[in-house]
């Protein structure tokens, strides 16, 4: 099963509906080669090859594009308003801070970030960044 579904089944359904599309001539003998070499495949990697070849040719055609939409499971269902992520802690991160009032903060994002920051803070452009390190508290916070 891949994140097409299980799209062997399906494409087994299909070939035993085919007859009443007029793709049928058309798509019967590789569809019918296909669904064996798929079902028969014991190595996962070469299995997921023949399971992509079948999503492909049951897509080329309208009609049974639309009957293998109606065949596989939803991957993306329906999103509600709930937050995307859990309420965790926030990962703690290296940053540049303005020591005034901490105005301005400039995250380090990783340690391959090609960005650099200002040397001033854009807020008061008379005061230099420090660096505070990742889970450092500035005196008087909690």
Same mark, same amino acid.
């Given at each position: 099963?891949?994140?097409?579904?299980?799209?062997v089944?399906?494409?087994?359904?299909?070939?035993?509906?085919?007859?009443r599309w007029?793709?049928?001539?058309?798509l019967?003998?590789?569809?019918a080669a296909l669904?064996?070499?798929?079902?028969?495949e014991?190595?996962?990697d070469?299995?997921?090859?023949?399971?992509?070849e079948?999503?492909?040719?049951?897509?080329?055609?309208?009609?049974?594009?639309?009957?293998?939409?109606?065949l596989?499971?939803? @991957? %993306?269902?329906?999103?509600?308003?709930?937050?995307t992520?859990?309420?965790?802690? /926030? +990962?703690?991160? $290296?940053?540049?801070?303005?020591?005034?009032?901490?105005?301005?903060?400039? @995250? %380090?994002?990783?340690?391959?970030?090609?960005d650099?920051?200002?040397?001033?803070? /854009? +807020?008061?452009? $008379?005061?230099?960044?420090?660096?505070?390190?990742?889970?450092?508290?500035?005196p008087?916070?909690?």
């Open positions: 099963m891949n994140e097409y579904g299980d799209i089944e399906v494409a087994g359904r299909v070939l035993r509906e085919l007859d007029p793709e049928a001539a058309a019967a003998g590789p569809l669904v064996r070499r798929a079902s028969a014991t190595d996962p070469a299995r997921a090859g023949h399971e992509d079948l999503y492909r040719l049951l897509s080329r055609h309208e009609t049974t594009r639309h009957r293998m939409d109606e596989l499971p939803s @991957t %993306v269902g329906w999103r509600g308003l709930e937050p992520f859990s309420s965790g802690t /926030p +990962v703690a991160k $290296d940053r540049f801070v303005c020591p005034r009032e901490d105005h301005y903060v400039w @995250t %380090v994002l990783g340690v391959d970030d090609p650099s920051p200002p040397e001033r803070c /854009p +807020v008061h452009t $008379d005061v230099a960044l420090v660096f505070r390190a990742a889970g450092f508290a500035a008087g916070t909690a």
